[in-house]
């Protein structure tokens, strides 16, 4: 794939003054292409993580008169290979964010902030899905943010119990931290490009939903956004300090390092590699990496926190797909899926009392099919599914607002059918990346989603009016509560309300209680 260029200073005045962006850090000047302004690599840190800031909180901007490209995407995270984005240029010099939006000089627009995915292990804003230009043609009447954050080990490391660890204590949350600081700079410059920093909506999928939801738990967060879009991710995808102490000293033994000063002398390069042996996504189907309930950035309990009413007046709208690990096994096959599965379940259910363990148990006998459809759907329940419900769920206990979806189309890639990530095509307009779909999907139905999500990001409602809907069909989507738990099915070819009894998303018997051990 082509490989990005590198944005300079422009020191002799010449640029187009129309695409130039004054901004706290500096003058932006972007590019234009078909009424879409794009504003590609701009740095929200005044110093990247690199050297003695690696492992390090984001360091806030600093005035700055220069003006500079924004031409060229910054460079991915570094990660182990597999994902698009490990595609392009990596390095530990990578918090960038982009901003796309029209021609047009209205001011205040909905800001939308898009958080990619990756199970907190890959992903980067580079990943050609990502890219916003199709989603300004089709609204531009909204600004699109998408912002690169820490992933994998240097993103998400407990290191403070080693010996010289103390000054390196937010090291474990460094991925949620640094897409803090880029909501920060978003909140403090976009209204240089028209929008409106008092109307921003934070949207993610998988780790990027996860991250959302966490968000909404940091303290002072919610000065920076009003909204959340978050699929098929929930604060279910965290771990203990216990969890990610045993992380790090397998690493550490492996790579033969005892400090963090050791580990310092290491190249980025050669983490990578040895930690794609460990935990890698692509490699071992690792998903053992996640932002740590420390007690001090997040809630040990990060539901606790929700029922008490800590995100009450975030509204969301957020889902699951209806065979969420569909994905996993069509990527891996079924051998390495039930190698990967089977030693997962026993994982788990260590972790129960016997009460529990004959319900899961019960839950699995239950299901009929191939030798993988049972940890499939347990799996499915345990990291997306019910953990999704339950968001909703107590989010409305403690007095605030959700949305909730259910997506059932199907793609036609072997196994996938609604499996996870399967929509993004979808939500970003590009229906020529078929890897999770296979197919053109029907082209009513997706924009009639897209509508909905738009639609939400602007008034905190996704219901649309039989004029805003382009099947012509008004869709009213009422908020998800206790008695009816009302949630869109989001159906190729009938959106529709249902009751979650009529569509059993859950188990609340054998499945739902499985919330209470994360994911891990």
């Known amino acids: 794939m082509p490989k990005y260029g590198e944005n300079q200073r422009i020191m002799d005045g010449n640029y187009d003054e129309s695409l130039a962006v004054k901004c706290v850090n500096g003058t932006f000047v972007g590019k234009k292409a078909e009424e879409v302004i794009s504003y590609k690599g701009i740095p929200f ?11 390090k909180a984001p360091v806030d901007v600093v005035p700055n008169d220069g003006v500079y490209e924004a031409y060229h995407y910054g460079k991915s995270p570094v990660q182990a290979p597999g994902d698009p984005a490990a595609l392009y240029p990596m390095g530990e010099d990578c918090l960038y964010l982009n901003v796309w939006k029209s021609g047009d000089a209205a001011q205040k627009k909905p800001v939308i902030v898009w958080i990619y995915g990756g199970a907190f292990e890959v992903g980067g804003t580079t990943d050609p899905q990502y890219d916003c230009s199709n989603l300004i043609k089709e609204n531009p009447d909204v600004i699109f ?3 690169t954050y820490r992933v994998s080990f240097f993103g998400f490391l407990h290191l403070s119990h080693l010996e010289d660890g103390k000054d390196y204590q937010d090291a474990s949350n460094l991925g949620l931290m640094d897409q803090i600081m880029a909501l920060k700079w978003v909140h403090e410059n976009i209204a240089a490009f028209g929008g409106d920093p008092d109307n921003v909506t934070i949207w993610g999928e998988s780790a990027g939903a996860a991250s959302c939801t966490l968000l909404a738990l940091v303290k002072g967060s919610h000065q920076y956004f009003k909204r959340v879009i978050a699929q098929s991710g929930a604060p279910a995808q965290t771990r203990t300090p216990e969890q990610g102490i045993v992380c790090t000293d397998k690493l550490m033994e492996t790579l033969g390092c005892k400090t963090v000063a050791d580990l310092l002398s290491v190249s980025a390069e050669k ?10 996504f692509y490699q071992v189907l690792g998903i053992r990496t996640m932002p740590e309930r420390d007690g001090n950035y997040l809630p040990l309990n990060t539901w606790e926190a929700y029922a008490n009413g800590a995100a009450k007046d975030i509204e969301f709208l957020q889902g699951c797909n209806k065979d969420e690990m569909n994905t996993f096994l069509s990527v891996v096959g079924p051998d390495v899926w039930n190698a990967w599965s089977n030693g997962r379940k026993a994982e788990k259910l260590c972790q129960l009392t016997d009460k529990e363990k004959e319900l899961v148990e019960s839950y699995c006998n239950g299901i009929e099919g191939e030798d993988y459809e ?30 909730t979806y259910y997506y059932t189309v199907e793609s036609s890639v072997p196994m996938l059918k609604s499996g996870h990530a399967s929509e993004l095509s979808v939500v970003f307009n590009h229906p020529e990346i078929s890897d999770f779909t296979g197919r053109a999907y029907d082209e009513t139905f997706c924009k009639t989603m897209r509508k909905m999500w738009i639609q939400f990001a602007k008034t905190g409602n996704p219901s649309l009016t ?38 059993k998303i859950v188990d609340w018997e054998k499945s739902y ?8």
């Open 45 to 55: 840190v005044g110093e990247q993580p690199i050297g003695l800031y690696r492992w």
């Open 145 to 147: 943010v998408t912002i």
């Open 271 to 280: 983490i990578a590699d040895v930690w794609a042996q460990l935990y890698g």
């Open 374 to 403: 049972a940890t499939v759907r347990l799996f499915s329940q345990i990291m997306f599914i019910a953990p999704q419900i339950r968001l909703s769920e107590e989010q409305v206990k403690a007095g605030g607002k959700s949305y």
């Open 466 to 503: 039989a004029a805003q809907s382009p099947d012509g069909k008004a869709k009213e989507w009422p908020l998800y509560d206790q008695k009816d738990r009302l949630v869109m099915v989001l159906s190729e070819q009938d959106i529709h309300l249902a009751k979650e009894s009529e569509l």
């Open 513 to 520: 209680f499985l919330t209470n051990y994360y994911m891990p």
